[in-house]
């Protein structure tokens, strides 16, 4: 049950603060220093998770996490920004 609330409420608020606060804006420097800041968040929420023992891994250790955050971060920020691109596009 505990899994269940975590999939509907903390990731996709989450991921509702993480792409209202991107930088899209702003210069690529910017961007890449948000979205390692965020990815170091997660990084560490997720270890501290692990401890209390509310969240665990099987099969998988942190390092592939460190390794996927950055990536599927800039990933969401570009798929956000896709889709925006395609929305304005065909309304103009």
């Given amino acids: 049950m505990v899994a269940f609330v975590t999939f509907l409420a903390l990731y996709p608020a989450f991921s509702v603060c993480y792409l209202n606060y991107f930088p ?51 990933f969401m920020a570009w798929h956000l920004s896709t889709i925006r691109w395609i929305i304005n596009k065909d309304y103009k």
């Fill in 24 to 74: 899209f804006n702003k210069p690529l420097v910017r961007k890449v220093v948000y979205i390692l800041t965020t990815s170091i968040f997660c990084i560490v929420y997720e270890y501290l998770s692990i401890k209390s023992g509310y969240f665990y891994h099987n099969k998988w250790n942190l390092w592939y996490s460190a390794v996927s955050y950055p990536a599927l971060l800039g």
